[in-house]
Structures are given as structure tokens and as C-alpha cells.
């Protein structure tokens, strides 16, 4: 069921912006076509960066994150900062009371993730976290389906995620190439990938993961020629077991790399003792933009599904992942304002996270 919009009756929920790389180019654009949200102020550790974004903007801005928590108009915060901080920042918000919209990785570890559940519980707030794809209709359509039971008992799930956006060497050295700071494929796609199957088929039992790291130094950003190390993985290769609506295990395959060039993009595959549907896009320049359904029941050819037009966006942004993350702001609002739990939310989160520290603790052998 597709979460209600806020009441027209209700003031927009007023919402700051943590982190200006993602949080500037997707979620202030996204928080203005909310319906719902709006944004009010921005926080960024470095003065410059703030100032420019501020003007753009034309948004108050913040250096000190307590001061942006004690802002008087500020209801709620979107954490969009590298991942080694998030924890931290949204502990803070939490404890000061505010409603909170996580990107993910949430945090670096499960155990974090439940701490912020905890913290959330105890202190009445409302938090989502940006699990985007179930707000993109052709997902939401293939979510329909599967629980119309056109497949019939699942056999096999099998998902690809090949990109090539760090296939350049020269790319440099940043935050994503440490694994301590929650760089790597797992946290960038993992987290999203396995959120994915769990709505759709439902929660994984036993994982198992072999990681690589194929590119092992990059250049440091300081322009010195020097290396720095990489030790986050590039690529993860995941065996799952899923429950099934009915209870039954399902086994299931994900394939993760950001260093494959050429490489096909997002494939979802679902095979059913009745049906088979695979969702997919090769677009490797928005990772929204480009997904086509296909659908085939008793063995006959697959047929490519049209888009259900009551799913669809009302506005086509040249950025694809501005759509779905308005719909989420939207969901996220209304969630606050009628004072019930976020889905998705960290309890997703959760799940999520539990399937990366697996794939890790299984992969710590590397693949050479």
C-alpha cells in the first residue's frame, strides 16, 4: 500500500540539510517538491563549501552542528554526510529531538543502526532512511506483482549490479576506498540490493560473501602524485537465503561491482515455479532512469510490461534519483505528522546493514 500524503491543513514539516554532495544535489531539489517538506537551513563542516550553497540557496547555514540542532524552526534533519559520521550526527539529533531522514549506510556496523532504533524508540521521533527504490514505480510494479502470486513458489532470485564508476585508476583517493570510514560496493549498492529482496521476496536467514578489491591504490586528492592505499572492496559476490511469503527459503545470488567496465547495470531476476519477471537497466549514468519490466508465465516468452500509469512520477527530473527521493520526503512527512513508524525506516536499515557485516566477516579472505 503506497503511504498517504500529509493533510493540505498541516504545515510543511521544516527540514535542514546535513552534507551538501548528495544532500544538495538530490535532496534539497527533492524537499522543495516534497509534498509536505520544506527545506530551512544547511550544515557543513568547511565555511566555503557552506557559503556557496547557502547562497545558491538562498537557506541559512550552520558550521556548528549544535547550533543548527538548536535552530527553533528546525523539525527534522537529512543526514546525507559520508558514512563515518552519520552515526554520530544523528545520535545528536535524536537526542535534541529531531526527525531524521538517514542515507545509507546508516552507520558502519549493525549494531549501530540499532542503538539510533533504540534511541528513536525511546525518544518518539520519526526516521526514515533513503531505501529509494521502493519508491520507483516500475519496483513498486514488480513488487505488485510478486504479491499477486503470478509466480507462483519462488525457485530463484538472482541480482546483478555491475558498474563501471570507479573503473578509472585515476580516480581518486577518497572516503569510499577505506573500508573503516564505510566506503566500499557493499555499502554504495550492498545496502540497497539487499533491502531490495527483502521487500520483495522477504528476510534473509544465511549469508555468505567473497569480496576483491581489484584497483589497490588510488592518487591522493592533494595533487602530490602519492598513492593511498584502498582496502575497501570494489566488488562482492553474495549467496543468500530468503523466506518467502509462505516461509519457504529461497535462494538467491547477488553480484556487486563498481569496476566493471561495460558492465551491464542493475538486473533483478525472479524465477517461479509459474512465471519468471526480470526488472533491468544498463544505464551506468543514473540509477533510476532506464528500468524496463518483463513478465512471462507458463514457460512462454517473456513480454515486456508497460508502466502502471498510477505509479508514475508526476514530474521526470534530468536527475533520476530527485523523483524517488520526493516520494520518500512525502512518506516521511506524512509519517511524522500522523505520529507512526517509517517504513522503510532503520528496522529496514537494519536488515540491511546485518547482510553487509556478514558479507564482510565471510569475505575477509580476499579475492586476488
Not at 20 to 35: D, I, R, T, Y
Not at 36 to 57: D, I, K, M, Q
Not at 58 to 79: C, K, M, N, S, Y
Not at 169 to 183: I, L
Amino acid at each position: 500500500m503506497v503511504p498517504s500524503a500529509p493533510s493540505p491543513s498541516q504545515h510543511p514539516l521544516r527540514v535542514a540539510i546535513a552534507g551538501l554532495g548528495f544532500g544538495e544535489k538530490v535532496h534539497l531539489p527533492a524537499l522543495h517538491a516534497a509534498s509536505g517538506t520544506e527545506p530551512v537551513a544547511l550544515w557543513h563542516p568547511r565555511p566555503e563549501r557552506l557559503e556557496s550553497a547557502c547562497a545558491a540557496a538562498e537557506l541559512p547555514g550552520h558550521t556548528d552542528f549544535t547550533a543548527l540542532l538548536e535552530q527553533p524552526d528546525v523539525e527534522a534533519v537529512v543526514i546525507a554526510t559520508p558514512p563515518e559520521p552519520r552515526f554520530e550526527l544523528a545520535r545528536q539529533a535524536l537526542l535534541a529531538d529531531k526527525h531524521l531522514m538517514l542515507e545509507k549506510p546508516v552507520a558502519l556496523n549493525a549494531a549501530q543502526v540499532e542503538e539510533l532504533q533504540r534511541l528513536a524508540l525511546a525518544r518518539g521521533r520519526t526516521v526514515a532512511v533513503d531505501f529509494e527504490y521502493r519508491a520507483v514505480p516500475l519496483f513498486q510494479q514488480l513488487a505488485a506483482l510478486l504479491q499477486s502470486g503470478a509466480l507462483g513458489d519462488l525457485a530463484l532470485v538472482k541480482l546483478d549490479w555491475l558498474m563501471g564508476s570507479r573503473a578509472d585508476a585515476s580516480r581518486p583517493w577518497s572516503w569510499y576506498s577505506q573500508a573503516a570510514a564505510g566506503g566500499g560496493v557493499l555499502g554504495a549498492l550492498g545496502t540497497h540490493a539487499f533491502d531490495m529482496l527483502h521487500w520483495l521476496v522477504g528476510p534473509s536467514h544465511r549469508v555468505a560473501g567473497r569480496l576483491g578489491t581489484a584497483i589497490r591504490q588510488r592518487p591522493l586528492p592533494d595533487g602530490s602524485g602519492r598513492m593511498g592505499a584502498v582496502d575497501a572492496e570494489d566488488t562482492a559476490l553474495v549467496q543468500l537465503e530468503l523466506e518467502s511469503a509462505h516461509g519457504e527459503p529461497v535462494p538467491a545470488q547477488v553480484c556487486l561491482s563498481s569496476v566493471t567496465r561495460r558492465g551491464r547495470g542493475c538486473w533483478l531476476e525472479i524465477y517461479g515455479r509459474e512465471g519468471t519477471a526480470v526488472l533491468g537497466s544498463d544505464n551506468q549514468s543514473d540509477y533510476v532512469h532506464g528500468f524496463h519490466l518483463w513478465w512471462s508465465q507458463a514457460g512462454e516468452p517473456l513480454r515486456r510490461l508497460e508502466p502502471e500509469p498510477s505509479l508514475a512520477f508526476a514530474r521526470t527530473w534530468e536527475d533520476g534519483r530527485i523523483a524517488p527521493v520526493a516520494r520518500l520526503h512525502g512518506w516521511w512527512s506524512s509519517a511524522v505528522r500522523e505520529g507512526r513508524p517509517m517504513v522503510p525506516g532503520l528496522a529496514e536499515a537494519v536488515s540491511s546493514q546485518r547482510c553487509c557485516d556478514q558479507a564482510r566477516a565471510e569475505g575477509l579472505t580476499r579475492i586476488r
